[in-house]
């Protein structure tokens, strides 16, 4: 279930973040945009098993996309390229990961950055991973990947946060 945002505060409010750069930033303007956010739960965006213990869970919005992914062990993605940009965040686990020549082991906390069409791979090893991969443009060739996916049913399978 979508929540609705809350009402926006007046600009008025915007005189408490402080003064000079920081309340500029802040300010409210009309930036022509029409548009109406929303609040979506991780949990309720579909997750696709697409491969033997490989979840993708894909968000798109106009102008970028997400990608909650679920590596499990002794897994991972082979060299590619793509035109969009892409960084990564790493929420759990471990992984290898190759960028163009150079290779980096990353682990929770750590961001990483895919440059537009320079070869990336990466691989677990004894422990699955967890990332959240940025896109811009949406990456749109995600869509073809889960078309032949079935939606994961049990939520549980592929939960990214608990209530606690």
Known sequence: MRRKPPPAAPSSDVASIGSGDAKDYFELTDSGSAGTGTVTPT?????YEIASGLFFRPFYAENISL????????SGFP???HPEEQVSIVREGHMEITIGDDTFE???GDVIHFPP?????GRTLD????LIDIFSPPRTGIMDVIAD???VRDP???RWWYDG
């Open 43 to 47: 949990d309720e965006i579909a997750s």
């Open 67 to 74: 990608n909650f992914v679920t590596f499990p062990p002794e």
């Open 79 to 81: 060299m590619h390229v």
């Open 106 to 108: 990353v682990r929770p």
């Open 117 to 121: 069409n320079v070869p990336h791979a």
């Open 127 to 130: 422990e699955g991973c967890r």
């Open 149 to 151: 996916a079935d939606p």
């Open 156 to 158: 549980d399978a592929d």
